[in-house]
């Protein structure tokens, strides 16, 4: 018989552009491959690769106590009728409930994914304290399971959960990102004529929306002659998303151009010119990855994260968090000097074949996969 892998995520539309390869790979190494998630209309592309989708609606805010109970029960549940061999649990709620939940159900193994540590890691206060204590009480639980593997994507973050969490050096694996196609994700010549800036993420503030906007703005009253383009969606469940009032005042002044949603990825990194990204804390930023891959150096924060996905003064520039001044001054130098920016370009290109490539990183899993595979039957 096929052992059977279920993958538990937030959203269906996550799984499509996080790991969709792979539980390709998965399945055409023989396993039979579950996804559990909301869906909002992308499952049929989850679907077309072989795989089976369960809706599970979880909430990706974590406020509501009696909601996140019937989302656990209905995990259990979900466990209960599946018997899968092995749950991969892919974003924060999905790791802790769905961590908790395959303890009780003894489930045979788990892979927990742990790629970044959310709002409540980046929040102060004394409500942020208290969620952190519930957060790392939760985690020590989801991640005791006696065959578990937990893949984090920086070091940061595994020694932050290692701080709060007894976990073994042999239940640890690191692994940059969730890696990017790069026969999809092109390398391409940079573009002639006036620069375009381009930062592609959710519009959070944590993600460091505010400031590349500042830096937008010092950089039009310096004189600099470029573009500063935003890619993304508002995010209103997040309680870091801007607003659509604050939005449309910053694009009706002129000092960026908003391009919202986009599915072609490869196509609006081959218009840029140079890639910012100053998020506050990240796992590792799949928009670097594809930043990389496509050829485009980056300018990012030197904060958990962002800093592993490019190589400082080789493939990108690093700035400190929070400061727009030296983010623009940054984001002028590469802005002014063509051929650094072509420098970069294909240094960054260089360190994505060798470390980026998603054939790489599915490779990396099926092994886990397989370990577990072995450890849960002996």
């Known amino acids: 018989m096929k052992s059977r892998l279920l993958f538990v995520v ?20 023989g396993y039979e491959v579950h996804v559990a998630c909301t869906l909002t209309g992308a499952h049929k592309k989850i679907e077309a690769v072989g795989a089976v989708v369960h809706e599970l609606q979880i909430s990706r805010g974590g406020r509501r106590l009696l909601a996140t109970w019937h989302e656990f029960d209905a995990m259990m549940n979900l ?21 908790i939940a395959a303890r009780w159900e003894r489930v045979p193994a788990v892979v927990a994914a742990i790629s970044g540590l959310g709002f409540i890691f980046l929040s102060r206060g004394w409500k942020a304290s208290v969620r952190r204590i519930l957060a790392g009480a939760m985690y020590h639980i989801a991640l005791s399971h006696p065959r578990i593997k937990v893949v984090f994507q920086n070091p940061d973050d595994r020694d932050a959960v290692r701080s709060f969490v007894d976990l073994p050096e042999v239940a640890i694996e690191l692994i940059r ?9 092109r390398a391409s010549s940079l573009p002639k004529g006036v620069p375009l800036v381009l930062m592609a993420s959710r519009l959070l503030r944590d993600k460091g ?24 969606d508002l995010d209103l469940a997040n309680p870091s998303s801007w607003r659509q009032k604050d939005l449309d005042e910053v694009v009706a002044s002129g000092a960026i151009e908003y391009w919202g949603h986009r599915d072609d990825m490869a196509a609006v990194l081959h ?19 594809e930043a990389a891959a496509s050829g485009r150096p980056v300018i990012t924060c030197d904060v ?5 996905a490019i190589e400082p003064e080789s493939t990108g520039l690093l700035v400190p968090a929070h400061d727009s001044v030296r983010l623009a001054d940054a984001i002028q130098s590469l802005v ?16 994505a074949e ?4 998603i054939e790489v990183v599915a490779e990396r899993h099926l092994t886990i996969y397989e370990a577990l595979r072995i450890a849960s039957i002996t």
């Not at 505010?210 to 890619?231: Q, Y």
């Not at 060798?354 to 490539?357: A, I, K, L, P, V």
Request: proline fraction near 5%; glycine fraction near 8%; include cysteine.
């Open 79 to 99: 466990y209960r009728r599946l018997r899968p061999d092995i749950v991969h649990l892919v974003t924060i709620k999905p790791v802790l409930l769905g961590g």
């Open 271 to 289: 218009q840029a010119s140079l890639v910012v990204l100053p998020s506050y804390r990240e796992g590792l930023p799949k928009v670097l990855l």
């Open 354 to 357: 060798e470390s980026f490539s």
């Open 304 to 308: 958990p994260g962002c800093r592993d």
């Open 336 to 351: 002014e000097d063509y051929s650094l920016r072509e420098n970069m370009g294909y240094a960054a290109r260089k360190l």
């Open 209 to 232: 929306v505010g400031e590349f906007v500042e830096a937008a703005r010092l950089l039009k009253i310096r004189g600099v002659i470029a573009r500063f383009c935003l890619v993304g």
């Open 10 to 29: 937030n959203t269906d539309w996550f799984f499509v552009s996080h790991r969709l390869p792979i539980a390709e790979a998965a399945i055409k190494a």
């Open 177 to 185: 990102g969730s890696g990017v196609d790069l026969r999809a994700f």
